[in-house]
């Protein structure tokens, strides 16, 4: 089974400028989930989609970065402009819960790590 | 929110010996508590879960002891081997519609040959 396919793996940009990542969860899993993770910290949430609508994005900082999840599947991850702050591994993740009282195991992609000069 | 905590940051073993990484967590009401494993260069990966309805769980080396009154959680591994150096990450949720995890911010364990 394919796991959660990220691209693109790295990428250097200036401040100010734009950035989009993109994520291919696995088939069949209705939840997909955008986490950022700075060097020495966890993952924290930045928004997590059931099919295409968002459940949560309430850590996202709007003004931003943005996120879509046409169609239900794949998904786009987007920062304009960007601060050198927003410097990080980017990651996707995927399950099969659909919600409700069981939460499930969260696949992970390799992320897509961002520096911003 | 929840927060969740970890220590020590940094754990070194020999190997053959035990590991043990401790977490707490804040929230009263969390009630899944999952351990992820990161290593170098790659996404986390789920390695064992407990939900709040049982004390302990056990898969092979690895091992998950659950204390909700104290709101802590721990990790063990034992007979520990090379390939068991990585960051590990403990994570606390609850079923409140969204089901957030909220991560803690890693242990590097090393095992040392």
């Known amino acids: 089974e394919a796991g959660v396919a990220q691209s693109p793996r790295y990428k250097i940009i200036e401040k100010r400028q734009s950035v989009a990542f993109w994520c291919n969860p696995i088939?069949?899993?209705?939840?997909l989930y955008w986490y950022q993770q700075i060097l020495g910290q966890g993952p924290k949430l930045l928004i997590q989609f059931q099919n295409n609508g968002v459940v949560d994005d309430s850590q996202l900082p709007k003004d931003r970065f943005s996120a879509e999840r046409l169609k239900g599947v794949d998904s786009t991850l987007k920062i304009q402009p960007a601060k050198l702050e927003d410097s990080a591994v980017y990651l996707c993740?995927?399950?099969?819960?659909?919600?409700?009282?069981?939460?499930?195991?969260?696949?992970f992609g390799e992320g897509s790590r961002l520096t911003v000069l | 929110g929840e927060n969740v905590e970890q220590h020590p940051s940094t754990l070194s073993v020999q190997e053959g010996d035990s590991a043990v990484i401790k977490c707490t967590y804040s929230d009263s009401a969390s009630n899944y508590f999952p351990w992820y494993k990161q290593e170098l260069g790659k996404g986390p990966q789920l390695i064992i879960d407990?939900?709040?309805?049982?004390g302990e769980k056990k898969d092979q080396r690895i091992a998950v002891t659950l204390n909700k009154t104290a709101k802590h959680f721990s990790l063990h591994i034992t007979e520990t081997q090379p390939e068991d150096s990585a960051v590990y990450f403990c994570?606390?949720?609850?079923?409140?519609?969204?089901?957030?995890?909220?991560f803690g911010k890693g242990n590097q364990v090393v095992v040392i040959p």
């Open positions: 407990i939900r709040s309805n049982v």
């Open positions: 993740a995927s399950s099969l819960s659909r919600g409700g009282s069981t939460i499930g195991e969260l696949f």
């Open positions: 994570a606390a949720s609850h079923t409140d519609g969204n089901n957030r995890l909220a």
């Open positions: 088939s069949g899993h209705a939840t």
